[in-house]
């Protein structure tokens, strides 16, 4: 039986094993932290007395990855599946629109969906349908020079049509500015939401925690498939042989009998390993930081399950019934200031969207700033991505990061560990 030590206990390293074990190998996984799930985990919050998530995700009906997964370890039924692409979007002073697709006739449904979004124009409604109907025979590979700003601007989009929804789908998918985003990226992702079937449209948002979602399904598997997951343990370093990994070293323990290494930790934790002189000769990658504020309510005045903020810091707001989320992605104008006055700032937008909302109904809050969330999927990041190798013949890696195609998501985090153990079960 063929051996894996894999290092990393977030979703690609969690995939990498759970694949790794349905073909019959002997995995051992190793991870830094002592809970599964890296920056899609949990915690618990003392002072509510809830589980509370690193930060808001959604998931979309295109995500076929990380439904399998989820199908795989047995938490599909902790992800509601609605019947259409339904949006409320909210401008300020409480005006409302709703971008909502038919459940059934597509790709027609998505036409009448765009007719119906009110915020938009009648000649901002025929330019996004122009521009839609173009992306579909766009070669995304020719945009690889061009920043979403530069292409949305090429093909005509309007202030009111970037900002009611082109800016809310970059920022919220690639968590960077529309300047700095790669039109390539942005074209791919847009691909494979619209151009692949009525179910890819939909949002997808899980009734439950993240840890309770993925992490702990994913290693109760692991284990009654006989792997082996030893957490709080970190790499600390790789010996080589000429073009081969022979010894994996940690803060407990070493590993000399193992087949293949896949490391699916973050590309920035390497620079604390030796061996990765290397790996960053050939890609460094900028990263941009995600703002959650999690509050808590007294007397909840949101009615919808979330709602996106049409040209607001804050993107969006989902509603957990005694508390909401605030998501702001590329956040650096906020990222610094006190939790105070991010709180401050955040309630006082609220208040502006929503009539109802008083900042004097709020209980308690809890403000997450991940500093390093996601890489920057600028034109070239991208270009280096495509150009990645591990040089070494038993080495494999994993995580967003690497060469998926896709933005630093959760989909992109598990197609790179189903990647990962099939490229292991191809030597």
């Not at 948002?205 to 994913?218: H, Y």
């Not at 909401?324 to 105070?340: A, F, G, M, Q, R």
């Not at 909302?357 to 809050?365: A, E, Q, S």
């Not at 600028?378 to 591990?390: A, V």
């Amino acid at each position: 039986m063929k051996k894996v030590v894999i290092a990393g206990g977030g979703l690609a390293g969690l995939t990498a094993a759970v694949y790794l074990l349905q073909n019959n190998y002997n995995v051992t996984l190793l991870e830094a932290s002592p809970k599964p799930g890296g920056r899609a985990s949990a915690f618990y919050f003392r002072e509510q007395n809830t589980m509370l998530d690193n930060g808001q995700h959604i998931l979309m009906g295109c995500y076929k990855y990380s439904l399998d997964l989820l199908e795989t370890i047995g938490s599909l039924n902790n992800l509601p599946i609605p019947k259409n692409l339904e949006v409320n979007f909210v401008a300020r002073n409480n005006n409302q629109y709703k971008l909502a697709t038919p459940a059934n006739g597509y790709p027609l449904n998505i036409l009448a969906g765009l007719l119906g979004y009110n915020y938009f124009s009648n000649s901002d409604k025929l330019s996004v349908i122009k521009f839609f109907s173009k992306l579909f025979f766009t070669n995304t590979n020719k945009l690889r020079n061009l920043s979403a700003d530069q292409w949305l601007k090429k093909n005509k989009q309007s202030e009111r049509t970037i900002k009611g929804l082109w800016e809310i789908l970059i920022v919220g998918a690639l968590n960077t500015s529309l300047a700095n985003a790669s039109a390539e990226t942005f074209a791919r992702v847009l691909k494979e939401i619209f151009f692949t079937g009525n179910s890819s449209t939909k949002i997808l948002v899980p009734d439950t925690n993240l840890l309770t979602l993925f992490g702990n399904p994913a290693v109760e598997y692991i284990r009654s498939n006989s792997g082996n997951i030893n957490f709080s343990e970190k790499v600390t370093e790789i010996e080589s042989d000429e073009d081969k990994i022979i010894k994996i070293v940690t803060n407990k323990s070493s590993y000399t009998d193992f087949d293949y290494f896949i490391s699916a930790i973050p590309l920035h934790a390497w620079e604390k390993i030796e061996y990765s002189s290397l790996l960053f000769n050939e890609i460094q990658m900028e990263y941009s930081p995600i703002l959650s504020v999690h509050i808590f309510l007294k007397n909840n005045c949101f009615k919808k399950s979330y709602y996106g903020l049409i040209d607001s810091p804050v993107q969006w707001v989902f509603n957990h019934d005694s508390f909401i989320s605030l998501v702001t992605s590329n956040p650096e104008k906020y990222i610094d200031l006190p939790k105070e006055e991010i709180l401050r700032i955040f309630a006082d937008e609220l208040a502006t969207f929503f009539n109802e909302f008083h900042p004097n109904d709020i209980t308690g809050y809890k403000v997450i700033k991940e500093k390093r969330a996601t890489f920057i999927p600028d034109t070239r990041t991208e270009f280096l991505r495509t150009k990645l190798n591990s040089y070494s013949k038993n080495l494999i890696l994993s995580g967003d990061w690497t060469n998926t195609a896709l933005p630093s998501t959760i989909e992109s985090a598990i197609k790179s560990g189903k990647k990962a153990a099939e490229a292991v079960l191809a030597k």
